[in-house]
């Protein structure tokens, strides 16, 4: 299994949309950055995800879970756009914010730190454990 972390802003798909969508989930579209695309191509059913608060709130708030493989985006007729489908598992009991994040020297490396711009990106193993349990998972 693979860690990766999907932002997006909460007033265009929020943490409480994700899991209003159940078991069924949801295509993460709408990407149209290479580098994210690739990402999404990277990843297989059962790889977890962090879901990030964007623009606001700049909090990792949830955990879902990739139900599909990379195909391509609904939203998009050129067939360079690919995404996935992903279904909420579980809220953080406590949001980890961007702002507790950049002040752990532990995390420095991490991409969302050095590369906040990316709406799609890798964690680590130990990123994702140090996330967890700073949200109380």
């Avoid at 943490?15 to 290479?34: C, I, L, P």
């Avoid at 606001?56 to 949830?62: M, N, S």
């Avoid at 985006?73 to 950049?102: G, Q």
């Amino acid at each position: 299994m693979r860690y990766w972390l999907f932002k997006s802003e909460p007033d265009a798909w929020s943490w409480d949309q994700q899991v209003a969508k159940g078991d069924t989930g949801e295509e993460w579209s709408g990407v149209r950055n290479y580098q994210a695309r690739n990402f999404m191509r990277e990843m297989e059913p059962g790889d977890r995800g962090f879901f990030y608060h964007s623009q606001t709130d700049k909090a990792v708030v949830g955990i879902v879970e990739v139900i599909a493989p990379a195909h391509p985006d609904s939203t998009s007729d050129n067939p360079r756009w690919d995404c996935v489908d992903v279904k909420a598992v579980e809220a953080m009991p406590r949001p980890v914010t961007l702002e507790e994040i950049k002040a752990r020297d532990d995390l420095a490396e991490m991409v969302l730190v050095r590369n906040s711009r990316l709406s799609v990106q890798p964690v680590t193993p130990e990123e994702w454990a140090i996330i967890c349990e700073m949200g109380g998972l």
